[in-house]
């Protein structure tokens, strides 16, 4: 049995058995096979949460307008990093200097701060201000990337790896 929400995204009923709740509008890090065998590692998204036959769930996508809605399942191992305001509050002085690496206020999606930001929590060294060019830089990539998945996961399978170079991106 499949469940439809008030869009076009159906459900099977058994994942929406697995799927899991997290905080609404948190961005999140997750499990996507798409993803890993294309190099991107971990599928980074944001939250929307949805009741889905009685069940309050978590549907994660990417910022991006050809996104799709998928549910968050505890087989991805969703890891919550927080939302957009929480990252900038928490790593003000990384958000300032990443404004600025990005070229300015409005020059960046929120998804690409996130990637930016959470590129930048991996790196153990001193931060010289070049590594938030790298960061910035990174992050429009990832994005670019990670929006070309979404929207030909088909493709994104039977092609893996992926020559993004091929592609342009």
């Known amino acids: 049995m499949a469940t439809q929400l008030n869009n076009q995204y159906t459900f099977d009923s058994r994942l929406v058995a697995e799927a899991v709740q997290v905080p609404d509008g948190a961005f999140i890090v997750i499990d996507d096979l798409a993803f890993a065998e294309?190099?991107?590692?971990?599928?980074?998204?944001?939250?929307?949460?949805?009741?889905?036959?009685?069940?309050?769930?978590?549907?994660?996508?990417?910022?991006?307008?050809?996104?799709?809605?998928?549910?968050?399942?505890?087989?991805?191992k969703p890891e919550v990093i927080g939302t957009f305001q929480q990252l900038q509050s928490r790593h003000a002085d990384a958000y300032d200097r990443l404004v600025r690496a990005f070229?300015?206020?409005?020059?960046?999606?929120?998804?690409?701060?996130v990637i930016a930001l959470h590129w930048l929590q991996g790196r153990k060294m001193s931060i010289e201000f070049e590594t938030y060019f790298?960061?910035?830089?990174?992050?429009?990539?990832?994005?670019?990337?990670?929006?070309?998945?979404?929207?030909?996961?088909?493709?994104?399978?039977?092609?893996?790896?992926v020559d993004w170079k091929t592609l342009g991106i």
């Not at 070229?103 to 999606?109: M, R, Y």
């Open 38 to 76: 294309n190099g991107l590692g971990r599928k980074i998204a944001q939250t929307m949460a949805v009741e889905i036959e009685g069940r309050h769930v978590s549907l994660a996508y990417v910022d991006d307008d050809a996104t799709t809605y998928d549910l968050v399942l505890a087989e991805d």
């Open 103 to 113: 070229g300015g206020v409005g020059k960046f999606s929120p998804h690409e701060m």
């Open 134 to 161: 790298e960061a910035a830089s990174f992050a429009r990539q990832q994005s670019a990337r990670s929006a070309w998945v979404v929207g030909n996961r088909y493709d994104a399978m039977a092609l893996a790896p």
